[in-house]
T-cell receptor
Framework: KQEVTQIPAALSVPEGENLVLNCSFT??????LQWFRQDPGKGLTSLLL?????REQTSGRLNASLDKSSGRSTLYIAASQPGDSATYLC??????????FGAGTTVTVRA | DGGITQSPKYLFRKEGQNVTLSCEQN?????MYWYRQDPGQGLRLIYY???????QKGDIAEGYSVSREKKESFPLTVTSAQKNPTAFYLC??????????????FGAGSRLTVL
């Protein structure tokens, strides 16, 4: 059974600092990996999707890398802003399309 | 605008009552999902459906039921058999399998509280 772990569970940084969020998974047989953002009491918004054949994806200040062999993905957020404060979740898709989610990392960016 | 609408946003239930959460999408997606989110835990899959009139149990289906009579709609019923139903429920949808990506679109969620 796929296990997805996100460490740390919470992170607090001053504005302007770069953020590094980690995601690890136990089964490397994945179809893709997604990063989501969740604001308090809201649904999830997809940030980046990395196909299993890709090594990284970029969107604006966000960059996500994928190392399937080691079962790791990292989400980098450059020059953090208070508006980046949210919970970030990663999810892996095995071949049967039933996503497995991590518990998330809650980020607070201090002004 | 295309998206997923969940209702109600907040729901209170007495013990022993069944409640139904609504999920409607206008994205023309084939697949729809129901997840449960508890504090400090990842999302857990309750049920999913890849086509109309067909659905499969997820990891925590006990105490829940669904139907998929229309492509746009995937309601979830939380029955009295669900022992700990207080949670945040999220509905999602995705394009057909093999379309090149499995990007999920989520609704805003429904928070169920058992009194």
């Amino acid at each position: 059974k796929q296990e997805v772990t996100q460490i740390p569970a919470a992170l607090s940084v001053p504005e302007g600092e770069n953020l590094v969020l980690n995601c690890s998974f136990t089964d490397s047989a994945i179809y893709n990996l997604q990063w989501f953002r969740q604001d308090p009491g809201k649904g999830l918004t997809s940030l980046l999707l990395i196909q299993s054949s890709q090594r990284e994806q970029t969107s604006g200040r966000l960059n996500a890398s994928l190392d399937k062999s080691s079962g790791r993905s990292t989400l980098y957020i450059a020059a953090s802003q208070p508006g980046d404060s949210a919970t970030y979740l990663c999810a892996v898709t095995p071949n049967d399309y039933k996503l497995s989610f991590g518990a998330g990392t809650t980020v607070t960016v201090r002004a | 605008d295309g998206g997923i609408t969940q209702s109600p946003k907040y729901l209170f239930r007495k013990e022993g009552q069944n409640v139904t959460l609504s999920c409607e999408q206008n994205l023309n997606h084939d697949a729809m999902y129901w997840y449960r989110q508890d504090p400090g835990q990842g999302l857990r899959l309750i049920y999913y459906s890849q086509i109309v009139n067909d659905f499969q149990k997820g990891d925590i289906a006990e105490g829940y039921s669904v139907s998929r009579e229309k492509k746009e709609s995937f309601p979830l019923t939380v029955t009295s058999a669900q022992k700990n139903p207080t949670a945040f429920y999220l509905c999602a949808s995705s394009p057909p399998a093999g379309s090149g990506a499995n990007v999920l679109t989520f609704g805003a969620g429904s928070r169920l509280t058992v009194l």
